[in-house]
């Protein structure tokens, strides 16, 4: 009850001075909404870096498997491996000036030998070109949206031969339509699922790729291949308008320990083409990771300095809101000196009224602490970004993101974004806090109120 | 009446203002019985204000007893005097003092918060006072929204909010116009004719301290032999009309307006 009689009164006195509560609520308010923000803006990053960490963990396992299970590979191609590719921004994407060999270095490669000994076990060539048409894409990022034109798709030739097709991963996987491409098939194609809709075609439909007519035979979902077009590598050739021509060649050794001296090999003999075997792919993958783990600990360390300073502000927040609520009180107490005389000469003992003025002040540091997590919500972003030192996190991992993105995709989400956002616990956190910090910066005056003596107060006008 | 309220011995208050010493109140001794009421006249600055917060336990004597229910306040330590003030005084001031952000009824149900009554039971007790001093239909009305003799009577009510042993009144008619302070000086007789309350009043007003049972004289702090008898003590009379009690020089019965 008297608790209660005591929060009621608090109440109304804070609502008799309308302009005055409002004021302090608000300047509370956004002390309080800097308090709250703060620890949200460095939660929402250590968030996205743990979700980044733990991305890349899995991709530099997804990539040392895949690295392994293709020991004997070594790939050639006129151009850079794709992995390796730099993102280049506003530019075409894969529109690199693209190069081609002729198909005789397939049988001359395979001829090599390495100490007497025939090294290779299957070369197998592929055409990869990308269409004439091109089309234009909007691209939405953190710094606005652009447009970017890319090929409309990517024609590639592949040897339909049944030994090659049935041993090695030369034809997508994931059909979700219609049937596979399978040995000798010409004047047939397989689509990736998104381009159904540019060709305006499915399963069976006829589809005119510069000029001649294929038959869609299947369709293929694969999140590294967007919008590809597998044909026979005659077929290829021949609508590209690139008879005897490649682009790319799978080489297998007949062994593992044989792979380094025949990539060496096949370097000298063909300057022309970029080769990477099982050895440059595990060093690029561990340059990769090396790269990563700079990056992150760059922002790990960036986190570390913005909680630094974090911390200062919050500090320096705390204190304010404690001060607003003091002076706040002192001068209350001083205005009601005579209310205070009246409750002592009706019985209110000391405790009482401190206990009284105590309440105002956690009643007001609670409403600011509600005014400050609704500011919080809205303007937490925007505040935690204003006082924390920029992390950079996203700009750094952007760069390493991309070509893994390319070759895994998947692996590394596309929610590296932070987003600052109060949880439940943090509001219930700044509420407590702020009704603490009401209390304690009533602490004096409060105090000061319950030592006035009643005829003092009674006389004061 | 032989029970003894309240009761002081050789009270003394001195001041030291400004290396100036004021004796505000000397040898003081005086007898309270239950159910009494006493007016203590005297000119301003003769000390009445100062002899009462001693009494109400708002100031403590230099030197000297108050004994209060039988109990000697002026020995217990000060974080006991708010019980004293909360349950044995009742205090009527002359600016009235209440809470201007308070109902009347939420005036009168201030002191017995935290007495251990429910809030049920404080709100009927409230309500019930304010029905006594004739404020019945005033109960949501803040203080601003009220005359200054309505506001003297929550004031009252508020003072018998824990049916204290006694009531301290402090010129509780200095601040009202005329017809107003002989109101509320009735209405105090009228407590103390008719519920035995005990009260000590000081005022300056000779005419508003004779309604009281005695009259006392205070004179530069000292306490005069004198003593008259007020018109409370006075003989009575029958009103022929209504049947009731009439204070003996009153020409109209004040009940139901009777020549008399």
Partial sequence: MKALGALSRALKNISRRKIRAFLVVVALGFSIAIMVSIPAGIMANQESMQRITENFANTITTMQEEINKTATLIECSTTPNRGMQTFRPGGFFGGFNQTFVDETIVNEIRSINVSGVMAVKEVIPFLEKSSSENISETINTPWGSRTVYRPAYTIIGVCLNATIIANYPILPTNITAGENLSEGDSGFILISSNLTSYFGANVGDAVEINGEPFVVKGIFESLSQPRTVYMNISDAQRVTGLAGKISRLYVYVSDVSLATQVADVIKAMYPELYVTSYQDRLANLQRMQEMYTQTLSNAESSIAQAQATATQIIIVAVAAAALIVFFVMLYSVRERTREIGILKAIGFSNWNVMSQFMIEGMLIGLIGGVAGVLIGSIAAPFFSSFLLPQLNLFGGTQRLQRPFQTQYPGIIGTQSYSTVALTPQLILLTLCAAAILGALG???????ASKISPIEALRYE | MSELVLETE??????????????????????????DFVSIMGPSGSGKTTLLNVLGCLDRPTSGKVILDGVDVTVLPEKELYKIRRY???????????????????????????????KREIRER????????????????????????????????????????????????GNLDAKTKYEIVRLLGKLNAEHGTTIVMVTHDGAIASHARRVLFLRDGKLLEKEKMGLLAKEKLVCPACGREVQADHAFCPHCGRKL
Avoid: C
């Fill in chain 1, 442 to 448: 009533s602490l004096y005056p409060a105090w000061r």
């Fill in chain 2, 10 to 35: 050789k009270l003394d208050k001195i001041y030291k203002l400004g290396g100036r010493t004021i004796r505000a109140l000397s040898d003081i001794n005086l007898k309270v019985e239950k159910g």
């Fill in chain 2, 88 to 118: 044995k005084v009742g205090f009527i001031f002359q600016t009235f003092n209440l809470l201007p952000y308070l109902s009347a009824l939420e005036n009168v149900e201030l002191p017995m918060e935290g007495t251990g009554k429910s």
């Fill in chain 2, 126 to 173: 409230a309500r019930e006072l304010l029905k006594l001093v004739g404020l019945a239909e005033r109960e949501d009305h803040k203080p601003l929204r009220l005359s200054a003799g309505e506001q003297q009577r929550v004031a009252i009510a508020r003072a018998l909010a824990n049916n204290p042993s006694i009531v301290l009144a402090d010129e509780p008619t």
